[in-house]
């Protein structure tokens, strides 16, 4: 994902959240289009749930790139890499990362004070993922899992067909999560991983209370890795 937003010296801070607001929802767009149950539901669809289950979705993914053993965009220096414990840490790395992205100094004081909460929420939430252990194919189906968690008491309402196609379909997926737990000795529990998502709710909710929906993305990857003001989260 590209933070080009936060770049535009012409645009205001409004605007440059907007910005930022608008990259994210073409990623997840592009994502649903590929999901294996795209033409099963209608496109007003996907825009509901999309408007009620994006900031978890992007903390979700978050979290799973931040604990990524595997990841070969993560940079070899330990002190860039996000901590699994200290808050203090990663309001540094932001405060590195954000400056970096802004070509300007911003004050870890700044950071502290309109991030902290969330960056110690997001910290233990990536704590207690890593602790989870949940592989890529567990991971995918708990984002499908994720986004189909329609809401009718949250707007922007669904029709009572749709909502009944989502049901079934979000059971298969459960179902095959079940299934790759199953396979994997001492891995994690299907209950284990649903206790974990009111956890993610919570914080999904603060990034929106917060509006600085690049957080997590400069938390969790070094922006200049591929290019001096990009920053690449694939939402898969």
Request: glycine share 4%.
């Amino acid at each position: 994902m590209d933070l080009k937003g936060l770049k535009d010296s012409t645009k205001n801070h409004s605007q440059k959240l907007s910005a930022i607001g608008d990259e994210i929802v073409e990623k997840l767009v592009e994502w649903t289009k590929r999901l294996p149950f795209y033409g099963e539901l209608p496109i007003t669809v996907y825009t509901q749930l999309l408007t009620q289950r994006w900031a978890e979705l992007v903390i979700l993914s978050s979290c799973f790139y931040a604990v990524g053993k595997n990841n070969s965009l993560m940079p070899k220096n330990r002190g860039e890499i996000v901590s699994l414990n200290s808050v203090a840490h990663n309001l540094s790395l932001l405060q590195h990362r954000l400056s970096s992205v802004m070509e300007k100094c911003v004050p870890i004081e700044t950071i502290a004070n309109d991030t902290g909460v969330f960056v110690e929420q997001f910290t233990h939430l990536i704590n207690s993922f890593s602790k989870l252990s949940v592989p890529v194919e567990a991971y995918v189906c708990l984002k499908a899992i994720t986004l189909l968690n329609s809401n009718n008491n949250e707007p922007p309402k669904i029709d009572e067909s749709s909502a009944k196609r989502i049901s079934l379909i979000q059971d298969q997926f459960v179902k095959a999560l079940q299934i790759h737990l199953c396979q994997i000795e001492n891995g994690p529990r299907l209950s284990d991983i649903f206790a974990w998502l009111p956890s993610l709710r919570a914080v999904a909710s603060l990034l929106l209370e917060g509006k600085m929906f690049y957080v997590p993305f400069l938390i969790c990857r070094e922006p200049t890795i591929l290019h001096p003001l990009k920053i690449e989260i694939n939402l898969e």
